[in-house]
């Protein structure tokens, strides 16, 4: 319907078909009207005739929006109110011509990973949510109604022959997520704010590597024990037992720092960190070990901590390579308890103790046992717990609240198995408790270990499952006056890590891996999975002689090398999709190369971690610049690879808007004008007008109520 020409006749009432109370629309030539409520869906057609579409469920007949297709075609969204696997869209090319039921659970077209009724920007708002949705150029956009809440617009593209090849993007006043294809797996780098995050690494140790002639200008000892060097090793020889040597360090209270002992040869050591100067404070770290590698996170009190580094043995001489303290982003103390329950207390009577290196919760008289440790967060910032749950016979959960046993920000899935287990969260408070709970109302125990806490890089996709910050990094625009930021500082201690993660055990199967880059360097991983302090590598996106290169490994994969050079300080696109036994490596939506490949990269005994923008072994950092970077399971088709590729790279131009105008994520009315192909979206702060992902115009009036667009003439309320 076109506007064919205007004269004025002063002020009258007007209606727009698309208003929410009337829901009169003209789909392929065709005025219908939809009647969506708790039972199904009722379109009535021009002539009168009715057409019912139900679920077979009846707790999924709640439909929480309709949209018509261009196509003739019309897609509702069923919402169960038990069940969320039965929540999700059902898509008809065309309108049906006789009353239509359908198996909510095997026939729906999108549920989880597809339309956005699931992802954790939606699903917060519940099964029972309503929607505002509208439909253009093969896209679903939808947004939460007044009073089911602030998550910005989803935009979903429909792809009829394969509805798991869908895509699907959010956009919010602070974030664009860039599009996702299928069933995605982890989303991030995609946020808008410039800042410096994480805690630089700074050694705080003097001649912790033992390159001085003399270490004993640094360290203090024993009057009659000696402390020599050579080749950079010490080597400590006591004459008695309970000799030591020592360094005050310099600390900042309540900061966790990371004490790293490696002991090359000798007798046992006992490795105290005293809380303050001297050997008159509290013990924050006390423990023997053997030769080998040793590591602790211990939170002072105080601003200062001295290491001190005991002999258990009389006259038997130790070598060591190194003694390292380092500031860290990591706000558990103790989470590998190597230092005993230090830092953790007991709630509802729980006996806390350490066994093979592992907490163990116990039941002593009251039910459901925990451990606690409150951490010091900041309100609004996003941070990633990741911990190791040791099952034997008692239910665990991991809780996350205000309060000591509270969980009132994460109230856990119980645990009924030995697993790893990730979660992120938003912080409520200055101070956020952990609770590591045993769900036991007789005798019974269960056993943690690993746990740690730190800053998150937001997974956009449905998952939610964040990439941990190590160290300190950049984010800077993309480009001049840009709205993305990109991610950059990247080295051995400067890096994102996502623990080890089932969901990227794609084995044999299909699966993508996708982001930007811009870098001048000849040789650096962009990102890897692979096992921490080896080369066990699963999947391999880098640079290597100024080449882009993918790799898989099982029994050796070989590399997939591309045939272009990277462009110094440009911003490239690189895509890696292997499908159907066949990896293809793509810059810019350019395939470069391909070759056959059914490596199984799952995880070698969950041990494989993820890291961006370094290795987890040769500590081989990318220089550069990152953003928008993707993983999932299933195969985006160059035609969609392509398509990603112009829809993003305008949002690397100088001035790029990527994000809807204001602070308000509060979507008060959409509209699509098929014939300029702009989405108009309406907020308190203004409309927001977007071609694709990139916002074009905006303007600063609010809108309360409606936007009409066609023909380039957008009316809003």
Request: net charge negative; proline share 3%.
């Amino acid at each position: 319907m076109k506007l064919v020409s205007s004269k004025p006749v002063g002020q009258r009432r007007v209606y727009d078909i698309e208003v929410a109370d009337v829901h009169n629309f003209y789909a392929n030539g065709v005025n219908v009207h939809n009647c969506a409520t708790d039972g199904g869906v009722s379109v009535i057609k021009d002539d009168g005739t009715v057409v019912d579409i139900v679920s077979s469920l009846s707790s999924s007949n709640n439909v929480g929006a309709v949209a018509f297709m261009e196509n003739g075609g019309i897609a509702l969204f069923h919402q169960d109110s038990f069940n969320l696997t039965y929540t999700g869209w059902k898509v008809y090319e065309q309108i049906p011509t006789v009353d239509t039921t359908y198996t909510q659970a095997s026939s729906k077209d999108y549920a989880q990973g597809g339309i956005p009724s699931m992802s954790p920007r939606l699903s917060t708002i519940g099964p029972t949510a309503n929607y505002d949705v509208c439909y253009g150029g093969n896209k679903f956009v939808l947004a939460p109604e007044s009073g089911f809440g602030n998550y910005g617009i989803a935009i979903a593209e429909h792809y009829p022959s394969d509805t798991n090849k869908a895509m699907v993007s959010y956009i919010t006043s602070s974030y664009n997520s860039g599009h996702m294809v299928g069933d995605i797996k982890l989303a991030a780098l995609s946020d808008t704010t410039a800042e410096t995050i994480g805690t630089a690494v700074t050694e705080l140790v003097t001649d912790g590597t033992f390159d001085a002639a003399d270490p004993t200008v640094a360290w203090s000892k024993t009057a009659t024990a000696t402390l020599t060097s050579s080749g950079g090793q010490a080597t400590f020889t006591p004459v008695a037992l309970y000799q030591s040597f020592s360094q005050v360090i310099t600390t900042q209270a309540n900061q966790v720092y990371k004490l790293l002992v490696d002991i090359d040869s000798g007798g046992t050591m006992k490795i105290i960190v005293f809380d303050g100067a001297g050997s008159s404070g509290t013990r924050i770290v006390e423990a023997y070990r053997n030769p080998g590698v040793h590591e602790f996170y211990f939170k002072p009190t105080l601003s200062t901590a001295t290491i001190y580094l005991e002999a258990s043995t009389a006259s038997t001489p130790t070598v060591y390579n190194t003694v390292s303290v380092t500031p860290t982003t990591e706000l558990v103390e103790n989470g590998t308890f190597d230092a005993g329950t230090t830092g953790w207390s007991a709630g509802n009577a729980a006996t806390l103790s350490v066994s093979s290196g592992q907490l163990v919760v116990t039941y002593n008289g009251t039910n459901n046992p925990y451990a606690y440790q409150a951490v010091t967060t900041v309100v609004g910032k996003t941070y990633t717990v990741s911990l190791d749950a040791i099952y034997a016979a008692s239910t665990l959960a991991l809780n996350i609240g205000t309060t000591a046993g509270g969980s009132t920000i994460h109230a856990g899935a119980f645990i009924t198995s030995s697993s790893s287990y990730t979660v992120t969260f938003t912080a409520t408070g200055t101070t956020t408790y952990l609770n590591l709970v045993c769900i036991a109302s007789a005798a019974g125990s269960g056993s943690f270990d690993n746990i740690s806490v730190r800053p998150a890089v937001e997974d956009r996709s449905v998952n939610n499952n964040g990439l941990q910050v190590h160290g300190q990094l950049t984010k800077t625009a993309v480009a001049t006056g840009a709205d993305l930021v990109a991610w950059s500082g990247f080295s051995a201690n400067n890096y994102l890590e996502q623990p080890y993660n089932s969901d990227l055990d794609f084995g044999t199967g299909d699966f993508c891996v996708m982001g930007w880059v811009k870098t001048n360097d000849t040789a650096g991983r962009l990102l890897c999975r692979s096992t921490s302090g080896s080369n066990n590598y699963r999947i391999v996106v880098d640079v290597s002689s100024s080449l882009y290169r993918v790799f898989t490994e099982d029994t050796g994969g070989a590399a997939l090398i591309s045939s272009s050079t990277t462009v110094n300080n440009t911003w490239q696109f690189i895509t890696a999709v292997r499908s159907s036994g066949v990896m293809y490596l793509y810059i810019n939506a350019h395939q470069e190369n391909s070759a056959a490949n059914t490596d199984n990269v799952s995880a070698v005994s969950g041990t494989q971690v993820l890291k961006i923008g370094d290795d987890p072994s040769t500590g081989n950092a990318i220089s550069g610049s990152l953003a928008l970077w993707r993983i999932g399971a299933g195969a985006p088709t160059a035609e969609q690879i392509a398509q990603i590729y112009e829809d993003e790279k305008v949002l690397f131009q100088d001035g790029a808007q990527a994000t809807l105008y204001g602070t308000s994520d509060a979507v008060t009315a959409l509209a699509y004008d098929s014939d300029t192909e702009l989405l108009s979206v309406g907020t308190s702060a203004g409309r927001s007008d977007f071609k694709g992902l990139r916002r074009v115009n905006n303007t600063t009036t609010a809108v309360t109520t409606a936007i009409s667009a066609s023909n380039s003439m957008i009316v809003e309320q």
